[in-house]
């Protein structure tokens, strides 16, 4: 038995957004893949035996159009699906108009929910503290009868975690990430390599080293006489969390995004994945603690020796000649003998 968990995070309602698919190439993915697996629900893949060629849905992080345009075509096709939510940006209630909504005509399709991209999203919430791009309570509690629930964090945060500066803020490269350790952005602020909060130690910048790299002098070639003063001048661009303080942050969060999901909507929630799909050995310990099955980002199949701690998942793709190519990878023996031959080149 091979089994495969296919993930995405957004349906957009048309191709405008390049970082997810679009309606028209969802639908036309779910075909091929009832066409080519039997779609179960998440849980049935460890729970039921079956000799069939089994494939689950699964979206990641619980994006408000997934109620507005997955849902009902989920529905209207009967396919299950899974969503590991964001606890910390699920809003706490409101209902959006859906697809349904527009088939019956009581609204145009202009008028349904006009998504951001991810990016935006991600700015959005970092800054506001909320964002209408995420779902309501009352939205997923509407979806049971498609959607099963997961835990995907409380925040999906990513912070420094080295004390290497990779480059200066210039005006023209910001990152999101850059707001979790300055709220204001400022021309010379360092940039550090981040990761998911919930993947290991913090890296914290120094306080002083981030005002002097603000009062610096940004003429000529600012970006590396700053380096070389702010090399000459700190013996230390930060410090580090201690390994034992960061394992009690993230089993924190981990157990109070899984209590929070379980009081809203009344499931009992064993399944988490990884923001990013980023992990450390001590962080896998603590979710191997908390979650009966665990998930990553890493392709491959599922089989009854799979680690239930460290399970694949593959990525949908974002046009149906990407979803084409996987699901030639993973429904046949010979495309899945490519596939491994080949996936270190990640041909496919």
């Given amino acids: 038995m091979k089994d ?5 995070h957004r349906v957009y309602p048309d191709r405008s957004k390049r970082d997810d698919v679009d309606i028209a190439t969802f639908q036309r993915a779910l075909s091929l893949i009832k066409s080519r697996f039997k779609l179960v629900p998440l ?21 408000a159009d997934n109620f507005v345009y997955a849902y009902p075509l989920l529905r209207k096709l009967g396919v299950p699906a899974h969503i590991f939510i964001t606890s910390g940006r699920i809003r706490e209630e409101g209902v959006r108009r859906t697809l349904f909504d527009y088939w019956e005509g009581k609204v145009s399709f202009k008028e349904l929910f006009s998504p951001k991209s991810m990016y935006d999203s991600h700015v959005e919430f970092v800054k506001k503290g909320s964002s209408e791009e995420f779902l309501s309570w009352e939205e997923l509690d509407m979806m049971r009868d498609i959607f099963s629930f997961g835990a995907h964090g409380k925040y999906h945060f990513s912070f420094p975690v080295s004390a290497e500066i990779e480059d200066f803020y210039d005006g023209r490269n910001f990152r999101w990430t850059m707001l979790l350790y300055s709220r ?3 021309i010379g602020l360092p940039i550090f390599k981040t990761k998911s909060e919930l993947s290991g130690r913090k890296f914290f910048p120094n306080p002083e080293l981030l005002s002097f790299c603000r009062d610096f002098k940004k003429e000529g070639n600012w970006k590396e006489n700053l380096r070389k003063e702010i090399e000459r001048r700190f013996k230390a661009f930060g410090k580090f969390e201690k390994e034992e303080t960061a394992r009690k942050r993230i089993e924190r969060e981990l157990l109070d995004s899984k209590r929070e999901i379980e009081e809203k909507l009344g499931v009992r929630v064993n399944s988490f994945a990884w923001p990013f799909g980023q992990y450390t050995e001590f962080s896998k310990e603590v979710a191997a603690g908390i979650y009966d099955y665990v998930f990553t980002i890493k392709k491959g199949v599922i ?16 046009d149906i000649f ?27």
């Fill in 184 to 186: 204001e952005p400022f």
């Fill in 322 to 348: 990407t979803v084409i190519g996987r699901l030639i990878s993973f429904s046949t023996n010979v495309g899945f003998s490519v596939y491994k031959l080949f996936k270190k080149g990640k041909v496919l």
């Fill in 43 to 63: 849980q049935a893949i460890f729970e039921e035996r079956d000799k069939s060629r089994r494939a689950a849905i699964t979206f990641d992080d619980g994006y």
């Fill in 4 to 8: 495969v968990v296919f993930f995405l």
């Fill in 303 to 318: 089989t009854p020796k799979s680690d239930r701690k460290e399970l694949p998942r593959v990525s949908l793709g974002k």
